[in-house]
């Protein structure tokens, strides 16, 4: 390839010291060398993102003149190879393309949403995931990830809640950081795939859970729960990250100069390059931010985003904004420089070209397969039980499988899987049948062929089935098509006829079992009512099945916990476990109103913060899961009772298997700062840990904690910790445990 550059460039008269001071030295050399030779036209050219599809000659013409720096949307090895050539042989100075997609939760291979890895608490395996999505992905030439999603989510009518962590910022910042190492590497070669770290910043809180509205996050807000995950990725060495759709305080995230030149690149020292999110450069003009795309260019390139995705704002007017005095070269030339280097870390004037042979070699692959299912077993979170589970083969002799998700390959995948293939889904029912067959007779009766029907016969002939079987394993849930991008509900109940099915099969007498493979959380009340056990599996992936078959008969055990706080209804929302702490807070005395009527004269039932129709608990709280045995917990200790800031705390819990059954505990760690300089959480969390507990075992398990992770932005907008008094949590989720205290001096 060297000497490909090499002739192109003497053919085109242009002169140098030397080749290799392009293609030798430190990076920033050979960025430097490379940029001198380039023209204003090249430039601009790197900063301009195309979508393709199939080989487009127009495209390539755009190739040829330099004018492309980045593609995305096309995965088929050989065209991206042709693109790749006319990149690097038959342009002038043969700078290579850096292929991108949306690799979300796998590849091919798809593992459980972003929701249900995080549900694991478990980031080694989360970082296997990402490890097998980048080595199937690279296989097929993309290197470069749109993904990991950073938005901390409180409100699960927004679509896109599937594609992230939830609501907790550090559990949000360490499933990001192994999303990152996994996609990455450990070093960089040919199977590394640049991560992209999204959406900067606030996104989550889209008003009314409504996808690309505005928020409006305070910079303390910002600082303390927003921004952390991408600092904590951005430290990981995530090579780039991308602008959000939603404007902030009245300013679109990608005009914000503020956050990505003084924060992400100023304060964090992040070397990469920022991308616009699609159009979203354009979309300024639709915001009322800029009055044209010209307008809307200038904005975004001295905001610091230095790709334009599908806008065509820089390819159309940054040559006349910097005639006009409006856009420096210096700006271009820096926005040139962090897009080159990415693309000299990655190896790509290297090693330009795809084996097309590889990707038939490392797809499906059992170890990923193998990674995909234990990441399903791990992410399912076991809501309710009565003891009908796990089901006894020896006492079950048949079962009836139904609902519309029992056999459903591609809606069992989830959001964002544009390259996954149904053909390799395997279903509950294939698993049940395959794995458990011979032992059980299976009925198989959908009832409804998709979760938004309304089949009152489907229905009838399922609950005729059900009286023929001692347990009804019933899936429902949502279609992939009702989570992600643009898909959001103000109903988060099952939809279509879904309700009226399982109380239909609950008026059998049958233990009824739900799974429900849903993209977001929703609300259950009626569904506990009307079954024996819940299983929750945030859409698992090409090996679900084969994880829910095993939790339901007991060869797996269930660990997951719930990333995310789960309603008791709409009105709830948005409701999450870390809130701050109120004047007048809810003390668990009031009454609802249609308890107890008001008398005459009386104007309210308390004056607490609380809903006068509904109880302040949700139906789950963030960090809940059952197993099928019984984990007792002893009070936490600490070291001691008194630390300095520089100090790191120790405490320790003793957990007990007080069942017959190995578990597989995750054991949560929270903290709360009692007085402050501004309000604070009633709890945080910062650590966990899985620890494996036999029967009848105990086990002490210890946390250590730097008093300087107690740091936060007070009154003054400075990052300290403030002396005070502390309490500490180490439980089985967010609203258990007995608390002991600490001081820091």
């Not at 293609?23 to 430097?32: C, I, K, S």
Request: hydrophobic share 40%; with cysteine; charged share 25%.
């Amino acid at each position: 390839m060297i000497k490909y550059l090499y002739r192109l460039l003497l053919m085109a008269g242009v002169v140098f010291i030397s080749v290799t001071s392009v293609f030798a030295g430190n990076e920033e050399d050979r960025v430097e060398a490379l940029l001198q030779q380039m023209t204003l036209q090249e430039k601009i050219g790197q900063l301009n993102q195309l979508s393709v599809g199939g080989f487009d000659q127009n495209a390539a013409g755009m190739m040829r003149a330099g004018m492309v720096g980045s593609i995305l949307n096309e995965c088929n090895p050989k065209v991206l190879n042709r693109y790749q050539k006319v990149a690097v042989e038959e342009s002038r100075l043969g700078i290579p393309l850096i292929i991108s997609r949306d690799v979300i939760h796998g590849f091919k291979t798809i593992f459980p949403i972003p929701l249900g890895l995080a549900a694991t608490f478990d980031p080694e395996l989360v970082e296997k995931g990402a490890r097998v999505a980048a080595v199937e992905a690279t296989a097929n030439g993309i290197r470069w990830t749109f993904s990991p999603m950073l938005d901390i989510a409180r409100d699960p009518r927004w679509g896109r809640i599937a594609e992230g962590s939830g609501e907790d910022t550090y559990l949000d910042a360490v499933m990001g950081v192994a999303m990152v190492k996994g996609y990455q590497g450990e070093a960089i070669d040919q199977t590394s795939m640049a991560a992209c770290v999204k959406h900067f910043v606030a996104y989550g809180a889209a008003e009314g859970g409504r996808d690309y509205n505005s928020t409006g996050i305070t910079e303390r807000t910002l600082r303390n729960v927003y921004l952390p995950p991408f600092e904590a990725c951005v430290k990981a060495g995530a090579m780039t990250l991308m602008t959000s759709f939603n404007d902030n305080d009245g300013i679109p995230s990608t005009g914000n100069g503020f956050l990505v030149n003084d924060v992400l690149r100023g304060e964090w020292g992040f070397d990469g390059f920022v991308v616009s999110d699609w159009a979203s450069i354009y979309e300024m003009v639709n915001h009322g931010f800029a009055e044209d795309n010209k307008r809307a260019g200038e904005l975004a390139i001295n905001a610091g985003v230095d790709m334009d995705m599908m806008s065509y704002a820089y390819i159309s007017h940054l040559e006349e904004l910097i005639g006009e005095g409006k856009v420096s070269m210096e700006t271009v030339d820096n926005a040139v420089r962090n897009v080159l280097r990415i693309k000299f870390r990655l190896g790509l004037f290297e090693n330009p070209y795809i084996d097309e042979q590889r990707a038939e070699e490392v797809l499906y692959s059992p170890e990923a397969l193998e990674a995909a299912r234990v990441s399903a077993v791990e992410s399912a979170v076991l809501l309710t039980n009565d003891g009908v589970l796990p089901l006894d083969k020896s006492k079950v002799t048949t079962v009836l499988v139904t609902g519309p998700m029992a056999n459903a390959p591609h809606d069992q995948l989830g959001t964002w899987t544009f390259d996954g293939e149904p053909a390799h889904t395997v279903t509950p029912l294939k698993a049940i049948r395959d794995l458990y067959g011979k032992d059980v007779k299976v009925i198989y009766e959908p009832g409804l062929t998709f979760t938004r029907e309304f089949n009152e016969d489907g229905i009838a002939k399922a609950v005729k089935a059900a009286r023929k079987a001692d347990v009804v394993l019933a899936f429902m849930g949502e279609e992939a098509i009702m989570s992600g991008e643009a898909h959001c509900l103000t109903d988060i109940t099952l939809k279509g006829d879904q309700r009226k099915m399982i109380e239909a099969l609950h008026a059998t007498g049958r233990p009824v079992v739900l799974n429900i493979m849903a993209g977001r959380p929703l609300v259950l009340d009626f569904e506990i009512e009307h079954s024996d056990a819940i299983i929750y599996s945030f859409h698992p992936g090409t090996m679900g099945g084969p994880a829910v078959a095993q939790l339901i008969f007991g060869d797996e055990t269930p660990s997951g916990k719930t990333p995310i706080t789960f309603p008791k209804n709409v009105g709830q929302i948005p409701i999450y476990y870390n809130h701050n702490m109120t004047g007048r807070p809810y003390n668990g005395t009031e009454t609802m109103l249609y308890d107890i009527p008001l008398r005459a004269g009386q104007t309210s039932l308390g004056n607490t913060s609380y809903w006068l129709d509904s109880t302040f608990e949700p139906e789950f709280p963030f960090g809940y899961g059952l197993t099928y045995t019984t984990i007792e917990y002893s009070e936490p200790s600490v070291e001691k009772t008194e630390y300095g800031v520089n100090d790191v705390l120790r405490a320790s819990v003793e957990i007990t298997n007080a069942g017959d059954r190995e578990a597989e505990e995750v054991l949560q760690f929270y903290v709360r700062d009692m007085v402050g300089s501004v309000t604070r959480p009633v709890k945080e969390l910062k650590g966990f840990k899985r620890v494996k507990v036999a029967p009848g075992e105990t086990v002490k398990v210890e946390f250590e904690l730097p008093v300087q992770d107690l740091s936060f932005y007070g009154i003054d907008m400075k990052k300290k910790v403030e002396p005070g008094k502390f309490r500490l949590w180490i439980a089985g989720d967010s609203a258990s445990g007995k608390p002991v205290e600490f001081e820091v001096e």
